[in-house]
């Protein structure tokens, strides 16, 4: 706590320590395990080595203070590993190989102040900051990440579905990066399977991309309900030959493969994609 905030009123805050632990969570508790393994190795090492030096306790504590210094150089390592994981949530900014400045993330004036009030504890008050920025004004996919970070370490799942709607719409159409898009969705589905960005269109971009990825769990996912919540939606038909096509990779899920498919062909006969799914549903027909 001393290394990441300056301060030894800060060092000696409780508060701070429980907030570290809340943080980083299970990382916190494996962390302190290896500590303890460690502390442990560096006495049994100790004890292997006094009847080596044949009564010469000189030596021996000689060798000793090199393995304690050892043992502390390491233990330091790994906490600062831990913080590292974690040094967006906590606010450290990570230098690039090379560079003498801040990290670039940490030049983004928004994540720069989020930043500050992070140092000073207040975690709160920096993802309510940020919230409030990006729904005003917009803001780069970096402050948004960092944004989402914040919401991670609070534990707010419902936070992070709500905003992954309108951050899917920004990075497809503001930013044109459908990948990123395909990743935020797929988090804010392990939350809340119901979920569906702002903008209906865009599940046809994602489901198409999640095709081409081989990520076919994923296209049934984000196109799973799509026609009960848009009857009448031009890409009903290609969102659900996506999903057809995706249930047919799988060799368990075949017969709702056929079952979609002739859905499909009898409630869209004339259709722009009918012949195409006609094409697949007679495939089954000839294969049983």
Known sequence: TLAMTQSLAQALNPVMWIQIMRTTGASYLLTSVFLLMMLFSQSQAEAFLLPLFGGSMMLFLVVATFISAYFMAASFHLMGYLLYQFHDEFGIAVREPGRSGPASVH???????????????QTDEAARFLGSEINRNGAEPEVHDYYRKLLHSRGESGALVEHGQVYVATLIHGFENAGKALNVAEECLQIDKSFEPTNA????????????QGRHGLVLKLTSGFGKRHPKHHHVVDNYLLAARSMMEDPARTDKAANLLRQLKKRFPDHPLAPEVARLEAGFSVGG
Do not use: N, S
């Open 107 to 121: 030049e983004l004036p928004l994540i720069a102040e989020a930043t500050a009030m992070v140092k000073a504890g």
């Open 201 to 212: 269109d865009d599940i046809r971009t994602l489901a198409q991309l999640a095709f081409d």
